[in-house]
């Protein structure tokens, strides 16, 4: 079998230009992915990282103009989520056990990116890491997260 047909999670393993188009055309689009504007821009399965454009509103604005803190919590989540539900070939979800978050600069609304890995995959544990970005390319906030792997199905 072709190293690009190789199993994986129990099925065949998607290219990195059809799983980009799969999350793309998606119908199923969690209403929250909506929300924050989120775009999957950038995927690569070998090296487990993604990346995400996000559209922010002037409605996760604070008093200061800058967007609110877990606006910015949930496009990491988000991204971080999504990078394990890739990392699984899409037989998994990978609910947030915990997250810290470093908040480092302030995000104005508008566009924003998060890039998003795998650091670690366990028996038990996925182990992410993420860092949102201005449009100029500074970092305004990184988080690492451990995640709970389980076969994905509604609730």
Known sequence: MPASETLA????????????????????RPPCSDTLGMQLIEVNQDARIIRMAFELS?????????????????MLDEAMSTCCIIASNVTMTAPTLEMKISFLRPLFPGPAEVRAH???????????????YRPDGDCVATASATALPKPFKRL
């Open 9 to 28: 999670f129990g099925r065949p393993k998607l290219s990195d230009g059809d799983m980009l188009a799969r999350f793309q055309m998606s119908k199923k």
């Open 58 to 74: 002037e409605g996760f604005a604070n008093p200061t103009g800058a967007v609110q803190g877990g606006f910015i919590a949930a």
């Open 118 to 132: 795998i650091v670690k995959w366990g028996k038990s544990a996925a182990f992410m890491e993420a860092h949102a």
